[in-house]
């Protein structure tokens, strides 16, 4: 069964940088589009970041645009998320995700991804 696993959420203060990870397991990922969704109390899971299967394509949220970084490591099944200039509104459950094998497009909307990990908390003080 395919599973992603979040990991390297915290607290930080503003200004900050923390490195999330998403290890992927019990299937193929290299022929997967990628990405990174949070969701704040109260709201809606909201995009943040797309990678394409080979890394050489990338999206980003305006929100995060500058600030984050999106990169996968095929070798190691590992994706990740470089997140600077950290602000409060950041603060979040941030999601990894995958969309079906061999579909390349970007996409920004959960509906188009399939595999879910269980999520990690960023908290950023002010």
């Known amino acids: 069964q395919v599973q992603l696993v979040e990991s390297g959420g915290g607290l930080v203060q503003a200004g900050g940088s923390l490195r999330l990870s998403c290890a992927g397991s019990g299937g193929t990922f290299s022929n997967r589009v990628m990405g990174w969704f949070r969701q704040a109390p109260g709201r809606e899971r909201e995009f943040v970041a797309a990678?394409?299967?080979?890394?050489?394509?990338?999206y980003y949220a305006d929100s995060v645009k500058g600030r984050f970084t999106i990169s996968r490591d095929n070798a190691k099944i590992t994706m990740y998320l470089q997140m600077n200039s950290l602000k409060p509104e950041d603060t979040a459950v941030y999601y990894c995700?995958?969309?079906?094998?061999?579909?390349?497009?970007?996409?920004?909307?959960?509906?188009?991804?399939?595999?879910w990990g269980q999520g990690t908390q960023v908290t950023v003080s002010s």
């Open positions: 995700a995958a969309r079906n094998p061999g579909l390349p497009e970007l996409r920004i909307t959960t509906g188009d991804y399939t595999v």
């Open positions: 990678i394409s299967w080979t890394g050489g394509s990338t």
